[in-house]
């Protein structure tokens, strides 16, 4: 059975800093290229990063590039999303996804079926 679990959410002020993290089991995660998408309440899902099967590439949406950063340790079969200088509008569930494309591409892929694999989602609080 392939479980994603999302860990490290929290109720946190703004300016404050944040780190996810993502373990999985039933699979393993070098083989995939791995997300992180949030959805906020009464809103569309929305991408936030991506980073390829060695961790050599990664992408992120314009509204956390400079200030998110994900990462993979493949040895450990976890993926982890610091988040610094977080905002009330980061506010969300953010879920890490599993995509088991042969190759990595960047770009804003949230969808449903742009990952093979979800998470639960950790929720995370930002207050002003």
């Known amino acids: 059975q392939v479980q994603l679990v999302e860990s490290g959410g929290g109720l946190v002020q703004a300016g404050d800093s944040l780190r996810l993290s993502c373990a999985a089991s039933g699979i393993t995660l070098r083989n995939y290229v791995m997300g992180w998408v949030r959805q906020a309440p009464g809103k569309e899902r929305e991408f936030v990063a991506r980073i390829s099967k060695a961790g050599i590439n990664t992408y992120y949406a314009d509204v956390v590039k400079g200030r998110f950063a994900i990462s993979r340790d493949n040895a450990k079969n976890t993926v982890h999303l610091q988040m610094n200088s977080l905002k009330p509008e980061d506010t969300a569930v953010y879920y890490c996804?599993?995509?088991?494309?042969?190759?990595?591409?960047?770009?804003?892929?949230?969808?449903?079926?742009?990952?093979?694999?979800w998470g639960q989602g950790a929720q995370v609080t930002v207050s002003s």
């Open positions: 996804a599993a995509d088991a494309s042969a190759y990595y591409t960047g770009g804003h892929y949230y969808a449903e079926n742009d990952y093979d694999y």
